[in-house]
């Protein structure tokens, strides 16, 4: 039976409103604890997506040669990051010639691991992952998306709609939901703002949740879960054009950065031939009509090489909140 958009809407509301109100039972239990630690609730695995999703139907030109392995970080949930990026890496695995295997993770760390031990070949990872992959394995950018002509975003603080908040001052003693503990974005931003005024989450905030996606953060803001969230604005504004629905219950109330478009990156050790031709894939797509579709729904217009300081505003900011 088919489950029309609408009723799997409802149903992933549902199951996300019972695991923050289980994460909240569980915080307000703890009662001895005046500021206790970030709660991880792992929404993405209540969707019931499977974590490993091999490429139907697309036989490579080479039957030769192995999968190539995929994997795209949360920062939007299983289910919409599936249906974002599927078509895209279709394409990829057939200007290879080899077949695509997608691999998810609930957190960027998980990510990062799967390359560091080469378990994937490559992965789209969001900025804040890159420190740690540098220090731990030399982690290595092939490109970035440019998107509306830039290749920098901005995280945004968002409340719900009906809210009288308006700074992050406001949320003093108030709930807020982090997307994952290496999220630039979704997390680093707002540490980073708390740093800046000689404040932790712990201290600030009455309680946090980790909710493994940007758009599960603005769900659970637009549904009065929590009373605020920091997400990426290239979440944010994807969801403004593809799926208006899900903002508008909320308002951004703060604008952080810019910082380094999420970047595509390999192990510094990947095999040079396969290397070459992920990046000439990835630099040259928007040059043929069907690349270019595929970009268009995603809301990127191409794919660039990285200057060499994209990033330090993020090593910047992680290495201030990792002293801390």
């Given at each position: ?7 799997r ?78 078509d ?9 010639g ?6 998810q ?10 390359l ?9 990872v ?6 740690t992959?540098?220090r ?10 440019e ?24 949320l003093v ?12 974005s979704?997390?680093?931003?707002a ?8 404040q932790t989450p712990?201290?600030f ?40 629905d899900?903002?508008q ?34 630099l ?14 995603l809301?990127?217009d ?5 200057s ?6 993020i ?10």
């Open positions: 039976m088919k489950i029309a958009p609408r009723q809407t409802i149903g992933r509301r549902v199951l996300l409103r019972a695991a923050i109100t289980l994460a909240v039972a569980l915080v307000s239990s703890a009662a001895c604890e005046r500021t206790p630690a970030p709660i991880r609730v792992s929404f993405a695995r209540r969707a019931g997506t499977p974590s490993v999703r091999p490429a139907p139907d697309h036989e490579p030109p080479h039957p030769s040669a192995g999968p190539l392995r995929v994997a795209v970080a949360a920062m939007l949930s299983p289910t919409r990051t599936l249906d974002a990026y599927h895209l890496l279709i394409y990829m695995g057939q200007r290879l080899r077949p695509v295997r997608l691999i993770r609930p957190t960027y760390a998980e990510v990062n691991d799967l560091k031990h080469h378990e994937i070949d490559v992965a789209f969001c900025g804040g992952a890159l420190p992959g540098e731990d394995f030399g982690m290595t950018v092939l490109a970035v998306p998107i509306r002509g830039k290749t920098v975003y901005h995280a945004y603080l968002i409340v719900n709609r009906r809210s009288g908040f308006e700074s992050l001052g406001d003693a108030r709930s807020f939901a982090f997307s994952d503990p290496l999220s630039t979704g997390r680093v931003a540490v980073y703002q708390l740093a800046l005024r000689g712990e201290r905030f009455s309680r946090t949740v980790f909710t493994h996606s940007h758009d599960n953060s603005i769900l659970a803001v637009a549904d009065g879960l929590v009373d605020g969230a920091v997400v990426g604005s290239h979440v944010y504004d994807y969801l403004r054009a593809r799926d208006p899900a903002i219950q909320t308002r951004v109330i703060a604008r952080w950065g810019p910082f380094g478009n999420p970047p595509v990156v390999v192990h510094p050790d990947l095999d040079p031939a396969l290397h070459s031709a992920l990046e000439g894939f990835l040259s797509i928007h040059a043929d009509s069907f690349g270019k579709r595929l970009l268009d729904r809301l990127i191409r794919f660039v090489e990285p060499p300081d994209l990033f330090d505003s090593r910047e900011m992680e290495a201030r909140v990792r002293r801390r």
